[in-house]
């Protein structure tokens, strides 16, 4: 049940994915028709949000329980009443899950617009309301405490300060104007704080600005699992390569209970002072964040000094997380995909040299995550593929928990080897619409079976290194 276009790409992004989700093997196993389906499925969710919005608990200040409490009583003062369920996952035990409601189709236009920007938009469709950064133009008259309607230019064709556009806009609800046009865009108004409160959005989620901000981390479900399957223990020495702004990262030293060392890499100095924000808030002493070039991180000389960041000796990390820069393509809900062919597929070769870097980095028996929030075979299970053939010392493993379905076919691994990965597919489910009647009359058991799969594209492929070569 689409509301939003599907997603659009760049002509030759289009059929380079076009290949991959049309690939041989795949049309082989499954035949042409459910390849053909489950691609346009695919590109429907994409520009649609996940169904659920997911928090990780900060199990290492607060049990779950209280912190289901506190959101359940949050909600409910936010959707004024409206009795929207916070459910506990039966395999990942310190997240809550909070379905979306929407898309609401009956909801009335105002005459005064404002358009916003599209990840602005995509913030919107996720609950945030809309900050004066992300809007590009409003109505001429627009005052402080107008009803207005919000838009999106997925297309990113909106003049800022314009007083009308005629472009490609999509609707995301409507909101009440904090702040006059004359203030958003004054040369010294305001370049900060809430420009529009979103009071009936089309798609209904709670809004986490300052809620309970040492108890909550927002994140994906995928992302949640990542941590899981790498499974760190008290006292052991990780390294999370690529780790802004920090999700992962602590959640790793919340499943360690706080003893140990989380190394937390990210070579953009904004990123890292963000990963340092994060672990103070959340009070997390084990990590300590480097500025530095994952791909330059391993030792090539003894060093005299005891220095304790980067480059680090080889087989010193007992447990490796790579979640790899990517293409994003698997983020929800995005409408216009603007990169180009050469930028998606640039990030196969970055992505190996932070492989290699990380397999010398693990110690013999130590254990190796990589993953993406993307969906192509370059980045995913091309990837397992050449590094099962360059690393004799690497072996893929069952990952525990298994939530997502196994690998795609396409890059010449066994059937075997595709069971041992994950990918969350978005297709995997069809796109459908929640309202608080359906809610309501649904079994938790099929809601959580809907979370698992209604989220964000990703892959996970875990390995462990069984000699030193």
């Not at 929207?84 to 617009?113: C, F, M, N, T, Y």
């Not at 030293?253 to 990123?271: F, P, R, S, W, Y």
Request: hydrophobic residues 40%; proline residues 6%.
């Amino acid at each position: 049940m689409s509301f939003f276009p599907k997603i659009s790409f760049q002509h030759e992004v289009e059929e380079y994915l076009a290949k991959v989700f049309r690939n041989n093997e795949l049309i082989t196993a499954l035949g042409t028709q459910e390849v053909e389906s489950k691609y346009q499925s695919l590109l429907s969710h994409l520009s649609h949000p996940p169904a659920f919005t997911t928090v990780r608990v900060n199990t290492h200040l607060a049990s779950v329980k209280h912190v289901k409490k506190l959101l359940f009583e949050e909600i409910q003062k936010q959707f004024k009443g409206l009795c929207v369920p916070v459910l506990e996952h039966p395999k990942l035990q310190d997240i809550l899950l909070i379905p979306v409601i929407g898309p609401r189709r009956d909801l009335k236009k105002h005459a005064s617009e404002v358009i916003v920007g599209a990840h602005c938009g995509y913030a919107v469709l996720r609950g945030a309301h809309v900050y004066v950064p992300g809007i590009i133009s409003t109505s001429r008259f627009m005052k402080a405490g107008d009803l207005v309607s919000v838009y999106s230019d997925i297309e990113g064709k909106c003049k800022r300060g314009a007083k009308e556009f005629e472009g490609v806009k999509v609707f995301l609800g409507n909101g009440i104007s904090e702040l006059s046009r004359s203030e958003i865009f004054s040369s010294s108004g305001p370049l900060n704080g809430m420009g529009i409160r979103m009071i009936e959005p089309v798609y209904l989620s709670p809004s986490f600005d300052n809620v309970l901000p040492s108890h909550l981390f927002l994140q994906n479900l995928p992302s949640v699992v990542v941590s899981h399957i790498l499974n760190p223990q008290p006292g052991e020495r990780i390294l999370d390569m690529c780790a802004a702004p920090g999700g992962k990262t602590t959640h790793l030293a919340t499943l360690m209970h706080d003893q140990g060392e989380v190394i937390a890499m990210d070579k953009i100095a904004n990123k890292v002072k963000k990963i340092k924000q994060n672990a103070e808030l959340l009070q997390l002493n084990c990590i300590k964040a480097f500025c530095y070039d994952g791909t330059k991180a391993l030792l090539v000389e003894k060093r005299e000094d005891e220095q304790e960041g980067p480059p680090f000796s080889p087989e010193s990390f007992d447990r490796i997380l790579l979640d790899a820069p990517c293409s994003g393509m698997g983020q929800r809900p995005k409408m216009a995909y603007s990169s180009t062919l050469k930028e998606v597929t640039s990030y196969q070769p970055l992505q190996r040299k932070l492989f290699t870097v990380a397999v010398k980095l693990l110690k013999p028996g130590g254990v190796f995550v990589y993953s993406t929030c993307t969906i192509t075979l370059s980045e995913n299970e091309e990837q397992v593929a050449w590094a099962l053939k360059t690393f004799p010392c690497l072996q893929l493993q069952p990952q525990e928990p298994h939530i997502g379905g196994e690998g795609m076919r396409g890059a010449g691994l066994s059937l075997d080897q595709l069971k041992l990965l994950q990918r969350f597919d978005p297709s995997a489910v069809t796109l459908q619409g929640m309202d608080i009647n359906s809610l309501q009359d649904s079994r938790e058991d099929d809601l959580i079976a809907l979370a698992n799969k209604d989220c964000i594209g990703f892959f996970i492929a875990k390995f462990i290194k069984s000699n030193s070569k």
